[in-house]
């Protein structure tokens, strides 16, 4: 079984570029988080989807961030006109269910922009 | 009031001490409460979860403290490995919502 898998690991994005991050939830669980973590600071929630759902995007930055889990593939986190304060580590995690249940992390994308 | 603080130390310690972590949570309706482990530039890996009860997984021991809204994690033993940050993290439950994470507490054992 599979953990959660997350790629590219790392993304090398010029100002103003888009950045496009990838998560695979492990087999069976249908929650998905996203997480940002700068250099030496701690985890900052983004944003929780279910399948075709958000279900809390209260972390989301309002402007450039976007994120969605398809009925089919991956959840994608997407970043437009990236900035330099965009550099950080984002990590996917996903759970069974959403109420107390445990989550599993993947490796997480490194993101610099240079 | 931030949602989860913890002492971000770091709390450095020689081998075989027993080092405790405490942390505290503004939201009283949280109902589940979990440790998780973070190694330099790696992801958060589950430590144990955190019960009514109290719970002990070998060397380690998570307490709860509803009333005071405090969590606390107790390492007996130390070793090198168990140099990583510890995350405190705390989930409200309700109509689905994500894990709030703590800083972190950062523990450096040394020999």
């Known amino acids: 079984n599979a953990g959660v898998m997350q790629n590219p690991r790392h993304l090398v994005r010029r100002r103003g570029q888009e950045a496009r991050l990838r998560c695979s939830p492990m087999?069976?669980?249908?929650?998905v988080y996203w997480y940002r973590q700068l250099p030496e600071e701690g985890l900052k929630f983004m944003v929780y989807?279910?399948?075709?759902?958000?279900?809390?995007e209260s972390g989301m930055p309002k402007e450039r961030f976007s994120a969605e889990f398809p009925k089919e593939g991956p959840s994608i986190l997407r970043i437009q006109q990236v900035v330099r304060g965009d550099s950080a580590a984002y990590f996917c995690?996903?759970?069974?269910?959403?109420?107390?249940?445990?989550?599993?992390f993947g490796q997480g994308t490194r993101l610099t922009v240079v | 009031r931030k949602e989860v603080e913890q002492d971000p130390g770091p709390f450095n310690v020689p081998e075989g001490a027993t080092v405790a972590f405490n942390c505290t949570y503004s939201?009283?309706?949280?109902?589940?409460f979990f440790w998780y482990r973070q190694d330099c530039r790696k992801e958060p890996k589950l430590l144990m979860s955190?019960?009514?009860s109290g719970n002990e997984d070998g060397r380690f021991t998570a307490q709860l403290n509803r009333a005071s809204q405090y969590i606390s994690l107790l390492i007996r033993d130390s070793k090198l490995s168990d140099s990583a940050t510890y995350l405190c993290?705390?989930?409200?439950?309700?109509?689905?919502?994500?894990?709030?994470f703590g800083k972190g507490t950062t523990l450096s054992v040394s020999s």
């Open positions: 989807l279910q399948k075709e759902n958000i279900i809390d």
């Open positions: 087999k069976g669980h249908s929650h």
């Open positions: 955190v019960y009514s």
């Open positions: 993290v705390v989930n409200i439950g309700q109509g689905g919502t994500a894990l709030i």
């Open positions: 939201n009283s309706a949280s109902q589940s």
């Open positions: 995690a996903s759970s069974e269910g959403g109420r107390g249940v445990e989550a599993f």
